[in-house]
């Protein structure tokens, strides 16, 4: 059964930065992708980022792309979400999620597993 794991979440003022990691465990997972959404108070849940393992080819939402870097460490099975220059517009529940391909995932339907979640809060 898959595990995943979150951590790293925290309130940090705009500007600033945080790391999110994700320890994955209970499946072999160089032949899927990784991804994180996010969930804000009254929103539906949103693509941020996804990384096929076994080739580190990354893909970003557009309101991300250039302060967000999504990596991961094949030893640790943990899957990381750099994000830089923090707005207050980034204030959400961030999850991870494994795919059900080895295709980015980027809507719900595409994710086969979820974490629990972690809580980003950028104040202004």
């Known amino acids: 059964q898959v595990q995943l794991v979150e951590s790293g979440g925290g309130l940090v003022q705009a500007g600033g930065s945080l790391?999110?990691?994700?320890a994955a465990?209970?499946?072999t997972?160089?032949?899927?992708?990784?991804?994180?959404?996010r969930q804000a108070?009254?929103?539906?849940?949103?693509?941020?980022?996804?990384?096929r393992w076994s080739l580190g080819n990354t893909l970003y939402s557009d309101s991300v792309k250039g302060r967000f870097t999504i990596s991961r460490d094949s030893a640790k099975n943990t899957v990381y979400l750099q994000m830089n220059s923090l707005k207050p517009e980034d204030t959400a529940v961030y999850y991870c999620a494994v795919g059900k391909t080895t295709y980015w995932p980027r809507v719900s339907r595409d994710v086969d597993a979820?974490?629990?979640?972690?809580?980003?809060?950028?104040s202004s």
């Open 19 to 22: 790391r999110l990691s994700c």
């Open 25 to 27: 465990s209970g499946r």
């Open 29 to 37: 997972f160089s032949s899927y992708a990784m991804g994180w959404f």
């Open 41 to 51: 108070p009254g929103k539906d849940r949103e693509f941020v980022a996804a990384i």
């Open 114 to 122: 979820w974490g629990q979640g972690t809580q980003v809060t950028v």
